[in-house]
């Protein structure tokens, strides 16, 4: 039996808490985003930024080229991407991969459609409001960790890359970089004068 056929309608039903004993092992920091690794296309990628206010899951061209996929693979997108201040980010096409989240006891893997964007990035991939949705995943900052359940209802517990976090938002300050907005619409519209903001840092 698939895994997808094993979910259930109860499959998140699982109570997702962060305690004092999730803050036992944080280091000190400076409000840096979570960062975690996740496994896809039979490798282990780290730098991956979860980020609760992009509306798309995103893999960058350098990450794509460094997992050594092939460009059959890749779909034709309709979209586009916009920038902070209204340029748009080109994006090279689209492709599903399985991807898998672990702590090394319970994992959870499921399809995710990455959007694969030529721009530069500290980050290899970037998790988007879909991918946490689906996987009924919670991140905190505080506590430096993002939670989903497995198919059986065990909670998973992923710690973020603290130094990878860091290493990431320095590189930002070092190289000026700005942000650039994840969202599928251009961010000022007579349509839609204040538009749903969705930040990642770029590097």
């Known amino acids: 039996m698939?895994?997808?056929a094993q979910k259930t309608d109860n499959a998140f039903d699982v109570n997702l808490v962060f305690t004092k004993a999730d803050l036992q092992d944080v280091v000190s920091h400076d409000n840096e985003p979570v960062?975690?690794?996740v496994?896809?296309?039979g490798r282990k990628v780290h730098r991956v930024l979860v980020d609760q206010g992009s509306s798309v899951d995103v893999m960058f061209w350098t990450s794509f080229n460094k997992l050594q996929l092939s460009s059959d693979m890749l779909r034709p997108y309709g979209g586009c991407l916009y920038g902070f201040a209204g340029d748009q980010v080109k994006v090279r096409e689209h492709l599903e991969l399985r991807t898998t989240f672990t702590d090394g006891t319970a994992s959870h893997t499921e399809s995710i459609r990455y959007l694969v964007v030529n721009?530069?990035?500290?980050y290899n991939m970037l998790l988007g409001r879909?991918?946490?949705?689906?996987?009924?995943a919670v991140p905190s900052t505080r506590h430096m960790k993002m939670k989903l359940?497995?198919?059986v209802g065990k909670v998973i517990t992923i710690k973020s890359d603290q130094k990878e976090a860091k290493r990431c938002?320095?590189?930002?300050?070092k190289t000026k970089r700005g942000i650039f907005m994840v969202t599928t619409?251009?961010?000022?519209?007579?349509?839609?004068p204040q538009p749903e903001v969705s930040c990642t840092e770029t590097a």
Do not use: C, Q
């Not at 938002?169 to 300050?173: R, V």
């Open 35 to 37: 960062v975690i690794s």
């Open 185 to 192: 619409r251009p961010p000022y519209t007579e349509e839609v």
């Open 169 to 173: 938002y320095e590189n930002n300050l």
């Open 2 to 4: 698939s895994v997808e």
């Open 130 to 136: 879909p991918t946490l949705n689906r996987l009924g």
């Open 119 to 122: 721009a530069s990035s500290a």
């Open 39 to 41: 496994v896809t296309a």
């Open 149 to 151: 359940p497995d198919l």
